[in-house]
């Protein structure tokens, strides 16, 4: 099996619209201004694929070299921005709790959809035979956005307290080097995805998280 690379350019597209929508509620709910918004939404888009460019020289990162994806965060932003300033009703409860079930699915589709691609990258780059970096470069393109994002925002990263957001990741990525070794590419790159897609939405939806330490 073949993927167009339409099919993934739309794919990414989906991932950078649900990751910039998160950064902008984010943002929203720490009272940011709107270049506050901007920055914390277009981070949270394209910041892990930065870091990743970052790791294995790709410089300058692809998000300078081809920023669509810069400009579909951006514009993603635009319009929340626009929306919640005109109408602030939609801020409320029943309405955000709709606009968050959609945003979860589009979400999880991102995660894995950016896991992968992190993972590919590595691979076009030389380091196929390093399988430890490529899952980290996989994980950390899936899930460094939302680190920024959180750090900026002067929070514990999400990653690290809820509904196994990285483990999906981590999952997905163990998945695609495994994959690789016994069939095409492009079959372990869907395979791998929707394992990513599949734990993130069950998380989401039964609440699970990996147990902690009760201090009370």
């Known amino acids: 099996m073949q993927l167009q ?13 649900a ?27 394209v910041g892990g694929g930065m870091l990743r460019d970052l790791m294995i020289g790709n410089i300058p990162p692809n998000m300078f070299r081809n920023p669509v994806y810069v400009l579909a965060a951006f514009l993603t932003v635009l319009v929340l921005f626009l929306l ?13 709790e709709g606009y968050e079930k959609i945003m979860n699915i589009l979400d999880a ?26 899952i980290f470069l996989g994980v950390i393109t899936g899930i460094g956005g939302g680190i920024l994002r959180d750090i900026m925002a002067g929070e514990t990263p999400y990653v690290l307290k809820k509904h196994i957001y990285a483990c999906a990741s981590i999952a997905g990525a163990c998945l695609y080097v495994v994959l690789l070794q016994v069939t095409r590419s492009d079959s372990a790159m869907i395979g791998s995805a929707l394992l990513v897609v599949a734990i993130r939405i069950l998380a989401s939806h039964f609440r699970w998280d990996l147990p902690g330490i009760d201090m009370d």
């Open 19 to 45: 990751f910039a929508s998160s950064g902008a509620m984010v943002a929203v709910r720490k009272r940011l201004d709107l270049f506050g918004i901007i920055v914390l939404g277009v981070i949270t888009a």
């Open 5 to 17: 690379p339409n099919i993934i350019f739309i794919v990414e597209i989906i991932g950078t619209i």
């Open 109 to 134: 589709i991102g995660l894995g959809a950016f896991t992968v691609i992190g993972i590919d990258t590595g691979v076009e780059a030389g380091y196929g035979d390093y399988h430890f970096l490529i």
């Open 84 to 96: 919640f300033r005109c109408w602030p009703f939609l801020l409320g409860s029943r309405y955000i």
